[in-house]
């Protein structure tokens, strides 16, 4: 594995006698989009905070880039970018004064034109901020955030409120990001935003830490079975299903019917069967396992908005 930019031992977090951040550790590797993932309230916005250093532990060790967040603050925050869960800017303040604003704080900066052609605002730097759109007020808060061209990237529920398009736009410029040797630190209460971005996914709820690897390995060591969901035309009594061994359950939605089943086998069985038997099925297709299903088997509840 390559080498920690993050290290997080034992980190508590309490808010009367609620524990907000209850004992956790994990470490983030040099080069990687690393998620902590969970429904909102589990804890994930305080345990960035404490790492990025906005916010004191009551126990627990961290490291950030091999300084302590708390202590070296100030050195820190030329080598980190941040981008807040909640952010605001004036709304007549135009992008490049924002751009401007901003450089000023740090020692070092990047070209602030070719940052804003990469992310899409070369042609709004003279808007106004209340005049973005949602999806181009985000791409500036990442632009702020990358403009001391920090080592590592924190992102705090990143596109929360953003269409599935901007939304999809915005997974493309992490990766891109993360393609130019950075290292993303993000958070998430969207499953398939961290299935699909991220390389490991520290799952989080009530605080705790429930499960941690990659996405592909915390889909198969759940072993979810795999969903065969088609419609029929009339009526289907489902026990007529039972001689099927390849299926592990059934259920029936309306005219939608959902089959179960861990083996191989169980998609061309059900369909050989229904074939075989004439019966009249259509809108036929399978479901694999999601990084959701982990989370919903691991907490037993819906993801909570």
């Given at each position: 594995?390559?080498?920690?930019?993050v290290?997080v031992k034992?980190?508590?977090?309490s808010y009367?006698?609620?524990?907000?951040?209850?004992?956790?550790?994990?470490?983030?590797?040099?080069?990687?989009?690393?998620?902590?993932?969970g429904p909102?309230?589990?804890?994930?916005?305080?345990?960035?905070?404490?790492?990025?250093?906005m916010r004191?532990?009551?126990?627990?060790?961290?490291?950030?880039?091999?300084l302590n967040?708390?202590?070296?603050?100030?050195?820190l925050?030329?080598?980190?970018?941040?981008q807040?869960?909640?952010?605001e800017?004036?709304a007549?303040?135009k992008?490049?004064?924002?751009i401007?604003?901003?450089?000023?704080?740090?020692?070092?900066?990047?070209?602030?034109?070719?940052?804003?052609?990469?992310?899409?605002?070369?042609?709004?730097?003279?808007?106004?901020?209340?005049k973005?759109?949602?999806?181009?007020k985000?791409?500036?808060?990442?632009?702020?955030?990358l403009?001391?061209?920090?080592?590592?990237?924190?992102?705090d529920?990143?596109t929360?409120?953003?269409?599935?398009?901007?939304?999809?736009?915005?997974?493309?410029?992490?990766?891109?990001?993360?393609?130019?040797?950075?290292?993303?630190?993000?958070?998430?209460?969207?499953?398939?935003?961290?299935?699909r971005l991220?390389?490991?996914?520290?799952?989080?709820?009530h605080?705790?830490?429930?499960?941690?690897?990659?996405?592909?390995?915390?889909?198969r060591?759940?072993?979810?079975?795999?969903?065969?969901?088609f419609?029929?035309i009339?009526?289907?009594?489902?026990?007529?299903?039972?001689?099927?061994k390849s299926?592990s359950?059934?259920?029936?939605?309306?005219?939608?019917?959902?089959?179960y089943g861990h083996?191989?086998?169980?998609?061309k069985?059900?369909?050989?069967?229904?074939v075989n038997n004439?019966?009249?099925?259509?809108d036929?297709k399978?479901?694999?396992a999601?990084?959701?299903?982990?989370?919903?088997?691991?907490?037993g509840?819906?993801?909570?908005?």
């Amino acid at each position: 594995m390559s080498e920690a930019v993050v290290e997080v031992k034992n980190l508590c977090k309490s808010y009367g006698k609620i524990k907000a951040v209850d004992d956790i550790s994990f470490e983030v590797s040099s080069g990687e989009i690393f998620g902590l993932v969970g429904p909102n309230g589990a804890g994930k916005t305080t345990a960035i905070e404490c790492i990025e250093g906005m916010r004191k532990s009551d126990s627990g060790n961290l490291k950030v880039l091999g300084l302590n967040p708390l202590k070296n603050g100030r050195r820190l925050r030329h080598y980190i970018g941040i981008q807040l869960q909640q952010s605001e800017l004036p709304a007549r303040l135009k992008v490049w004064e924002a751009i401007d604003l901003f450089s000023s704080f740090y020692q070092k900066n990047i070209e602030s034109s070719s940052l804003l052609n990469d992310l899409g605002l070369e042609d709004k730097k003279s808007s106004y901020f209340d005049k973005l759109s949602g999806g181009q007020k985000q791409r500036l808060f990442i632009a702020l955030a990358l403009l001391n061209n920090p080592d590592l990237i924190f992102l705090d529920e990143l596109t929360t409120g953003l269409d599935p398009q901007a939304r999809r736009t915005t997974w493309d410029l992490i990766t891109g990001i993360r393609e130019k040797g950075k290292t993303i630190f993000l958070t998430t209460h969207y499953m398939e935003e961290a299935e699909r971005l991220c390389d490991r996914v520290a799952i989080m709820d009530h605080g705790k830490i429930m499960a941690l690897d990659t996405p592909q390995n915390l889909i198969r060591n759940i072993k979810i079975e795999t969903r065969l969901i088609f419609n029929v035309i009339g009526d289907f009594p489902l026990d007529t299903l039972n001689g099927i061994k390849s299926i592990s359950k059934y259920e029936k939605s309306g005219d939608k019917i959902i089959v179960y089943g861990h083996d191989k086998k169980m998609v061309k069985d059900t369909v050989n069967f229904l074939v075989n038997n004439n019966i009249d099925f259509h809108d036929l297709k399978t479901e694999q396992a999601t990084l959701e299903d982990v989370f919903l088997t691991l907490t037993g509840k819906e993801i909570r908005n």
